[in-house]
C-alpha cells in the first residue's frame, strides 16, 4: 500500500496555545474517531476528505498535509477552531467559583471541540453505543476502508448513505458492527430521503435537532447530545456518558442522579458553553486528575407534578 505523499511540517498558529497533552485529548478523546497515533508522535487523521498530520513542536502546534491538496490548511484551522472563538466562552465558564472546572482547565489549556461534519458525527456516535474509544475507532476505519472513497496513501473518506444502505450484509459484520448495522443502515435509509439533511438540521433550535436525530435508528438520548455537540456545533449540549456519570458524582456529589438530571444540572450550572465544560470534565476524569468540588451539593431537580 502507497503512503501518503507529504507537504512539510508548518507552523500552526491558534489562537490559544496547545500543548501535547491537549493536542492528545482533542484527538483521541472521544470527540472524533479518525485520528490515529503515529510512530513520529504526530496525530494523523481524516476529516471530511481532507488527509492531515498534527503534532506538538517545539515551536508549537505544526500540520502537514497531502501534496497537491488545495485549502487543507483552511478546513485545518476552522476544524480546531484556530480563531479562537470557543477560547471567549471557555473564560465565560464558571471556573473562578468551581474549582473542579478550574484544574481541568489548567490541566488541558486549549482544549477545544473539534468542527466535525455532521456526517462523520452520527456515523462515528452510531458506532459508539456500548464500545470503547479504539473499538469505535476500528469500526470506523473499517466502514471507510471497506465502503468509502480512496483519498490516497491508503486513506479513505466515510461512505456515503447511498454506500451504507446498499452495502452487502457481509460488509457490515466484517466491520464489526454487530447490532449497529441496523442502525447504520436504517440512518441511511432514512436520510437518502433528505439529502439535505445537514442543512435542515442545522436550521432548527436546539431543542428540535435532538428531536430530529432521536427520530433516527439507534439514536438516543446521549448519541443525540453527542450528535448536538460535536457534528453541529451546538456547545449548550450537555452529553452524559459513563465518565461523566462518574465526574458528576465524585467531583460534585451527584451520586444516584439519573442521566436526565445530570445534563440538566451541567446545563444549568455551565450555561452557554456547557458542552465545552463536559469535555474538561470527561478529559480530567478519564486521565485521573479529578479535583472535588469545594461547593454544597444541589437539590436533585425532580419533574413537576401533574395537575389533577
Known amino acids: ?30 470527540q472524533a474517531f479518525r485520528w490515529s497515533l503515529a510512530a513520529d ?9 481532507t488527509l492531515a498530520a498534527v503534532r506538538s513542536g517545539p515551536q508549537g502546534l505544526e500540520w502537514r498535509g497531502q501534496k497537491g491538496a488545495a485549502h487543507a490548511e483552511g478546513a485545518l484551522r476552522h476544524y480546531l477552531d484556530a480563531e479562537g472563538a470557543q ?7 464558571p ?3 468551581d474549582s473542579v472546572l478550574r484544574s481541568a482547565r489548567v490541566a488541558y489549556p486549549g482544549l477545544r471541540i473539534l468542527r466535525q461534519d455532521p456526517h462523520e458525527a452520527l456515523i462515528g456516535f ?59 443502515r436504517g440512518t441511511a435509509k432514512k436520510l437518502l430521503a433528505r439529502p439535505r439533511w445537514a442543512e435542515e438540521f442545522a436550521a432548527l433550535t436546539t431543542a428540535d435537532l435532538l428531536d430530529e436525530l432521536q427520530s433516527l ?22 452529553p452524559v456518558d459513563t465518565w461523566v456519570v462518574q465526574a458528576l458524582a465524585d467531583a460534585y456529589g451527584l451520586h444516584g442522579w439519573k442521566p436526565a438530571q445530570l445534563e440538566q444540572f451541567g446545563k444549568a450550572h455551565f450555561g452557554e458553553a456547557a458542552g465545552l465544560a463536559q469535555q474538561y470534565l470527561f478529559s480530567a476524569i478519564r486521565n485521573g486528575r479529578l479535583t472535588r468540588a469545594e461547593v454544597s451539593v444541589p437539590t436533585k431537580p425532580t419533574r413537576p407534578r401533574p395537575r389533577k
Not at 508522535?41 to 476528505?49: E, I, K, Q, T
Not at 477560547?87 to 465558564?93: C, D, G, K, P, V
Open 1 to 30: 500500500m502507497a503512503s501518503a505523499e507529504w507537504t512539510s511540517w508548518r507552523p500552526l498558529r491558534l489562537a490559544e496555545d496547545v500543548s501535547a497533552e491537549t493536542l492528545a485529548e482533542q484527538m483521541d478523546g472521544g
Open 41 to 49: 508522535g504526530s496525530w494523523v487523521g481524516v476529516f471530511g476528505r
Open 87 to 93: 477560547a471567549r466562552l471557555s473564560e465565560a465558564l
Open 95 to 97: 471556573w473562578r467559583s
Open 126 to 184: 452510531l458506532c459508539s453505543s456500548n464500545k470503547r474509544i479504539l473499538q469505535i475507532r476500528v469500526m470506523v476505519a473499517a466502514l471507510a476502508s471497506k465502503l468509502g472513497e480512496p483519498l490516497g496513501g491508503g486513506f479513505h473518506a466515510l461512505p456515503s448513505w447511498q454506500a451504507i444502505a446498499s452495502a452487502d450484509d457481509a460488509v457490515l459484520r466484517a466491520c464489526s458492527l454487530g447490532y449497529r448495522a441496523a442502525y447504520l
Open 217 to 238: 435508528p439507534g439514536v438516543g438520548p446521549k448519541v443525540a447530545a453527542c450528535v448536538a455537540l460535536f457534528g453541529f456545533g451546538r456547545l449548550e449540549s450537555f
